[in-house]
DNA sequence: GCTACTCGGAAGGCGC
DNA sequence: GCGCCTTCCGAGTAGC
């Protein structure tokens, strides 16, 4: 072997084929849950909705409920404060 | 009850509170493990690239596996869009 | 002119190839135009940014100056209304 | 002067109102014209759908011929990589 | 630290 | 008129 990059070389190929496609497949594999997931959720709110929620509502409160409270009541000061220098000249 | 909004009014809350707090966390729920299996991925890529893989080549990989079919498609709709506007009217 | 399904057709072809043409490249340029201006927003975020401002802070404020104040308060309060059902129980 | 966030403090004020109200302006008024154009196109399509023409068919003449570029240079890019992926390591 | 890319949410247009 | 779908915009994340 006339040099050596690490473990994907195996001495019979130049990248490690069946370890490559390994690894894509792992992470496809992956993707395709994630994406269930986001149907899953999609499916919830759609729920939601049937029993007479206000789903944009129902996002803005997680998203709310994900924010830390530190940084949410910053942002808050920074707006008021920016909308005070536009309201008072 | 003066106003009926549907399922979520109950007659004795303004909004069914059991019921879109179920609904927030099964939602809440469902996003943490669409995080969990983002980690995931993050995890197996820092595996390839401790194999000696390229991870922005995978990632490029797999992006266009994933478009491939699209893209197919979105071909075959164009001939039958010509088709289709040159015969049809 | 065996048929005649409206202006589209001239009795020479059976779309108005010209017309078409017209029509596509007129969208197209105006489509330019609007990417062309997106660009132009994109720099002044980034002149803001270079004198101090928060972006973050800006685009929030040009948000809420474009929203309807009745729309919004009515938002804020489902908000507080959906906060109050989950915190209540 | 307490501290020094950059140019956005003059020293008279938390933020520097008038340079402020100016990004504002400049922003917003980009966003009219953006939706000006926005209107401009619809204008276009109602324009060609009053002579015959299938508006549905012409956006997506449009709109691949906007992605075909793209697609090109995708494919040229994947040659790309995997030869990369096979040689170079 | 900044830039570029990807993803999710919001809005608008189209069809039923 | 409502729901579905597509498109556009903004936010967060990863790479240089």
Redesign the interface.
């Known amino acids: 072997m006339a040099r050596d990059?690490?473990?994907?070389?195996t001495g019979t190929d130049?990248?490690?084929s069946g370890?490559?496609r390994a690894?894509?497949e792992?992470?496809?594999r992956?993707?395709e849950?994630?994406k269930a997931?986001?149907e899953?959720?999609k499916e919830?709110?759609g729920?939601?909705k049937?029993?007479?929620?206000?789903v944009?509502?129902?996002r803005?409160?997680?998203s709310?409920?994900?924010q830390d409270p530190d940084k949410r009541s910053e942002?808050e000061t920074?707006?008021d404060?920016?909308?005070a220098?536009?309201g008072?000249?």
Chains 1, 2, 3, 4 share one sequence.
């Not at 990059?5 to 070389?9: F, I, L, Q, S």
């Not at 049937?50 to 206000?54: K, M, R, T, Y």
Request: aromatic share 8%; glycine share 6%; hydrophobic share 45%.
């Open positions: 990059k690490g473990p994907a070389e130049e990248v490690n370890q490559l690894f894509i792992r992470i496809e992956l993707n849950e994630k997931l986001s899953d959720i919830v709110y729920e939601a049937g029993n007479g929620f206000d944009k509502i129902i803005k409160i997680i709310i409920r994900s942002e920074l707006i404060l920016y909308l220098a536009l008072a000249n």
